[in-house]
C-alpha cells in the first residue's frame, strides 16, 4: 500500500523476476537493446557522468573468445544465452562532462588531475547504471544473468582497452527450462536498516 | 513497443523521476521505507551476497552531525529533507552468506582471507543495491537525491565503524519548489553501445 508503482510492474522488475541460468532460443533484437538503453538512460549519476558502457557479443566469433574468460560454471550458459552483454566503466568519462553537465564548467578540471578518483567514480557510477540496465532488461520481459565470475584483466585486452573496466557481463533473453535455483532467502529489514 | 513494462511506469521510475534538490516538510514513514526495502531486496547482488545497509538519519542530533561532513553545496538540502538515508557497503558481508547461499557451502570461504576482495565485491554490490534503493524510492512516489558530497572519512567514524563504507548519501521526501535543474543531456546509444 505504500508504494505507488502497481503491482504487475512490481512483479515484473523485482519480486517475480529472477537470474536466468538458460535460456531459450528466442533472439534478442537491436530493438529490444535501444529500447532499454533509452529507457534506463535517465537513471541518475554523479554529475550526470554517466560512465557506462555496453558491449554486445554478437558473433559467434567474438562469443567463443569471451567464454575463454569465463569462469567454468559460467561458460555453459555464456555460449547459450541468445545475447552476451560486457557491462564496463569509461575511466576517461570527464571528457564528457563539458555536455553531460554544462551547468557547473568546472566539473571536469575535478577529475582531470587524478585517475584514481576517475576510476573510483566511474567503478561507482557505472555499477549503478548496471542496476539501471538490469531493471531494463527485466523491463524488456526478458531475464538478465548478470555475471562476475570472469577473467577480468583478459576480458578487457581482448574487448575493450586500458581506459575500460569491466564491471560484470550479462547473459539476456527469454528464461528457458529450469532456469533458476530457489530464490535465495533476503536480510530482514532489521538486519539492514539503523535508524539514528 | 519493445518495452512490457507499461508506459506510466517507465515514467515513474526513468522519464519523469529527477533527482530532487528541494522537498516539502511531509514526512517519509517507517511503512514507506520498509515496502521500499521489502520491494528492492530481491535485487539481484554476486551470490545473493547483500551488502548494501541503510542508516536512516531520522534525530535532529543526528541530522546536524550529518550535515557537517556534507559538502557545503549539499548540507541546505541534507538538512532540510525529509529524510536522508546513509547507504553504505558491509565489508564482512561473507559472515551472512550461509545463510544468503546455502546451496554453496564454499561461498564463505572464498572471502575469509582477503578483506580487499571483500571490499571490492561489497562495494560493487552495493552500488547495484543503492541503484534498487533509489528505484524503490521512486516506486513509492517519493523522490531521491542521492549525493556523493561528503566527508566519507568523517560519516565512516560518526556513523558507521571500520567494517561498513559509505557509498552515498540520499535525500528522500516529496520534491518541493524549483525542486530540479533541467536534465541534462544523456550519451546517444552510438556512443555508449559497440557491437562485436
Known sequence: MSLVLDSAAQDLLFREARTANTFTDEPVTEEQVQAIYDLVKYGPTAMNQSPLRITLVRSAEARERLVAHMAEGNQPKTAAAPLVAILSADNEFHEELPQLFPHFPGAKGLFDGSREAREQSATLNAALQSAYFIIGVRA???????MGGFDATGVQKEFLDDDHTPLMIVNIGR??????????????SERVITTV
Chains 1, 2 share one sequence.
Not at 140 to 146: E, I, K, S
Open 175 to 188: 528464461p528457458g527450462e529450469d532456469a533458476w535455483f530457489p530464490r535465495g532467502p533476503r536480510l530482514e
Open 140 to 146: 524488456a520481459g526478458l531475464a538478465a544473468g548478470p
